[in-house]
């Protein structure tokens, strides 16, 4: 996966719409001000990468519903990563996720972080 210039990475999926509201809502901000950027969904966040899983997700006034957010991300050019161990941890298989998103590795994650000029961890 190629580097860019955020990296934000979130552990909660559904359970916790604020944390993933928040994530979007910052990646969206990065891409707005000229950066790019990737999301890297992790632990119970993998479920996210499922096709339709954000529909629904609204915390209301002054944020968007996620999946606004999600598909101005993508329209603007932001990646979304799936943790692979974590994905398969939690049952499921790259078929069940969105084609738009890419499955990675440990090192990978690594990499991104590493190289990433600014990140955000919302555990």
Do not use: W
Request: net charge negative; proline share 6%.
């Amino acid at each position: 996966m190629q580097p860019t210039d955020f990296v934000t990475t979130v552990f909660d999926g559904k359970s916790n719409p604020n944390k993933v509201t928040v994530v979007f809502t910052m990646a969206v901000n990065a891409l707005l001000k000229g950066h790019t950027a990737t999301i890297i969904l992790m632990v119970e966040a993998v479920e996210l990468g499922q096709p339709g899983a954000t529909d629904g997700m609204d915390i209301g006034h002054p944020f968007e519903p996620v999946s606004n957010l999600l598909q101005k991300y993508i329209d603007m050019g932001g990646h979304i990563a799936v943790c692979g161990s974590c994905m398969i941890h939690n049952g499921m298989t790259p078929h069940d996720m969105d084609a738009r998103f890419k499955v990675i590795t440990a090192p990978d994650v690594v990499d991104l972080l590493m190289s990433a000029r600014g990140t955000l961890q919302v555990a």
